[in-house]
C-alpha cells in the first residue's frame, strides 16, 4: 500500500527565513507528487505538482519542490517566507492515474514569527 | 468558472438524525470522491465515484452512503451520524481519460459537528 510522511507536525519560521517541508513516500513506482496548501478555514489549493520530466517543479506563492527519487522525497521549499504563508500544508501522491483518488499526509502546520 | 460546490458549508446536528451533503461540479468530470479531515490524520477517502451508478469504498467508509444518479452530483449521505463523524469534509473530482493524469479539483469543504 501506498503512503506518506510528513516528518513534522509543526515547524515554525521567521518571517524572511527560507522554508523547508519534507515529505517521504512509500510507493513500488514513481507515483504522481503533489503539495496542497490549506490556509485556516478554507479549502485546498493545489501548490504544484511533479508528474514527469524535470525533478524540480515551479508552483505559485514562490513555492518550489524536487523530487528525489533516490530517497523517495520531494521536499517544500521557499526561499522568503511572508506571514501570509502561515497555513497548513499537506504533501500527497496518486498512483493509479487519478481513479483511485490522493494518498494524504498528515500535514504540515506552518507558523510564522514576525 | 469551473468549480466543485459543497452544501451547506457547515452543519451542527445531533446523533442519529440523517443528513445529506451535497457536491456538484460542473466541470463534467467523471471521476468524483469524498474525503475527511481529521487532526493528526490528514485527508483520507471515504468513498469515490468513477462514473454514473459506479461508487466504490474509499479508506474509511463506514457509517457514510454515496449514490451517483447524475454525473454533476455526488451527495454523502450520513444514515445515522455519530459523534466520531464530526470532521472536515472534501469533495473533489477530476476528469478520467487515457494517456495521462487528471489533477482532482476541490470543493471549499463542509464542517459537520454532530453532537
Known amino acids: 500500500a501506498q503512503s506518506v510522511t510528513q516528518p513534522d507536525i509543526h515547524i515554525t519560521v521567521s518571517e524572511g527565513a527560507s522554508l523547508e517541508l519534507r515529505c517521504n513516500y512509500s510507493?513500488?513506482?514513481?507515483?504522481?507528487l503533489f503539495w496542497y496548501v490549506q490556509s485556516p478555514g478554507q479549502g485546498l489549493q493545489l501548490l504544484l505538482k511533479?508528474?514527469?520530466?524535470?525533478?524540480l517543479v515551479q508552483g505559485i506563492k514562490g513555492f518550489e519542490a524536487e523530487f528525489k527519487r533516490s530517497q523517495s522525497s520531494f521536499n517544500l521549499r521557499k526561499p522568503s517566507v511572508h506571514w501570509s504563508d502561515a497555513a497548513e500544508y499537506f504533501c500527497?501522491?496518486?498512483?493509479?492515474?487519478?481513479?483511485?483518488?490522493?494518498?494524504f499526509g498528515k500535514g504540515t502546520h506552518l507558523i510564522i514569527q514576525p | 468558472e469551473a468549480q466543485v460546490t459543497q452544501n451547506p458549508r457547515y452543519l451542527i446536528t445531533v446523533t442519529g438524525k440523517k443528513l445529506t451533503v451535497t457536491c456538484s461540479q460542473n466541470?463534467?468530470?467523471?471521476?468524483m470522491s469524498w474525503y475527511r479531515q481529521d487532526p493528526g490524520l490528514g485527508l483520507r477517502q471515504i468513498y469515490y465515484?468513477?462514473?454514473?451508478?459506479?461508487?466504490d469504498k474509499g479508506d474509511v467508509p463506514e457509517g457514510y452512503k454515496v449514490s451517483r444518479k447524475e454525473k454533476r452530483n455526488f451527495p454523502l449521505i450520513l444514515e445515522s451520524p455519530s459523534p466520531n463523524q464530526t470532521s472536515l469534509y472534501f469533495c473533489?473530482?477530476?476528469?478520467?481519460?487515457?494517456?495521462?493524469?487528471?489533477?482532482?479539483?476541490f470543493g471549499p469543504g463542509t464542517r459537520l459537528t454532530v453532537l
Open positions: 473533489a473530482s477530476s476528469s478520467i481519460t487515457s494517456g495521462g493524469y487528471n489533477e482532482q479539483f
Open positions: 510507493y513500488g513506482a514513481t507515483p504522481y
Open positions: 511533479y508528474f514527469s520530466g524535470d525533478t
Open positions: 500527497a501522491i496518486d498512483s493509479g492515474g487519478g481513479a483511485d483518488g490522493l494518498t
Open positions: 466541470m463534467n468530470h467523471e471521476y
Open positions: 465515484s468513477m462514473n454514473v451508478e459506479v461508487t
